[in-house]
Structure formats: structure tokens, C-alpha cells
């Protein structure tokens, strides 16, 4: 029995191949917008943090229940630059977040096109595959009507009697 072997297969193969690099450069797309993700949020939280403390320092001394003391204005100073600088940085991570969002849409755009392209080849493979089968089907139904047709003729002459006519061309000798 002829096995089914497809013209395009080292296509197929191929656009399979390259449906998986853009998988992978999908992926990693993804994971730098997630590293970066984090990152912004640890630093949202630090910023909170600092401000908080900020805010617990510039309070009147009424206020704070804990032992009144004068207001550092260096501590104060040292802690609106540090936010200024979180602000700084959160506003970078939300730059490069926004970057890697972007490449990550092209890899995905990109994995969507290697996907159409590698499902039209499979599509074209499985229609040849069908065709085959349906081919192998019809070669096997003639085969089969051929040795029935073989047995019809070979049960008709079991069944005639032999005849001993010598003008009959089918009596024995």
C-alpha cells in the first residue's frame, strides 16, 4: 500500500519552525514587559513609602504622639529628593513599559501572521490527505469489485455441467 507524502512538507516544516521563533520571541517580549511591570510597581512602592515618612516628619509636633522634636530640614530635603528621584524612575519603567508593550504587540502581530501562514500550508496538506485517502478508497473498492467479479465467473462455471459435446468449446476432451 503507497504511504501519503505530501510535495510541501519541508514548507510545512519550515513555516512550523518559524511559527515557534516568534512563539519564543513572543514570550520574551511578554516576560520584559512583566519584569518591567514589576519593577515599576516595587518602585511605586518604595515611593509611597518615602512619602509617607515625608509626611509622618513634616507633621506638627502636636500631632505626632510619639516624643516632639524639631523638623530636620535636611532629612526633610534628603526625602523630597528621594522622591523626586522614585518619581524619576517610575516614570522611566513606565517609558520602557510602554516600549515593550509595543514590541510585544509586533512579536504578537508577527506570531498571528506565521500562524495564518503555516495553517495555509497545513490546510493545503490536509486536503492532498484527503485526497489520497479518498484516491486509496476508490483503488480498493475496484480492487474488491475486480476479485468478486472473479468469484462470480469462477462460481457460474463450477456450477455448469461439463458437457461432452465436441462441438461445445468449452467441454472437455
Do not use: W, Y
Not at 513609602?49 to 524639631?70: F, K, V
Not at 529628593?81 to 514590541?103: D, F, N, Y
Amino acid at each position: 500500500m503507497p504511504r501519503f507524502r505530501f510535495k510541501l512538507q519541508s514548507v510545512l516544516e519550515m513555516r512550523e519552525r518559524a511559527e515557534q521563533a516568534q512563539q519564543a520571541r513572543f514570550a520574551a517580549a511578554n516576560a520584559a514587559v512583566l519584569a518591567i511591570r514589576q519593577r515599576a510597581e516595587r518602585i511605586a512602592g518604595e515611593l509611597r513609602e518615602g512619602r509617607d515618612t515625608l509626611r509622618c516628619r513634616l507633621m506638627p509636633a502636636e500631632a505626632r504622639a510619639a516624643a516632639p522634636s524639631p523638623v530636620n530640614m535636611a532629612e526633610v530635603r534628603a526625602g523630597s529628593a528621594a522622591a523626586l528621584h522614585g518619581t524619576l524612575r517610575l516614570q522611566r519603567a513606565a517609558i520602557e513599559m510602554a516600549g515593550a508593550s509595543v514590541k510585544a504587540e509586533a512579536a504578537r502581530a508577527d506570531l498571528l501572521k506565521a500562524g495564518i501562514r503555516r495553517k495555509a500550508v497545513q490546510s493545503l496538506r490536509d486536503r492532498a490527505l484527503a485526497r489520497f485517502r479518498a484516491e486509496q478508497a476508490r483503488r480498493e473498492a475496484l480492487e474488491q469489485d475486480d476479485q468478486n467479479i472473479m468469484r462470480a465467473r469462477l462460481r457460474s462455471q463450477a456450477d455448469q455441467p461439463l458437457s461432452t459435446d465436441a462441438n461445445d468449446p468449452g467441454a472437455l476432451a
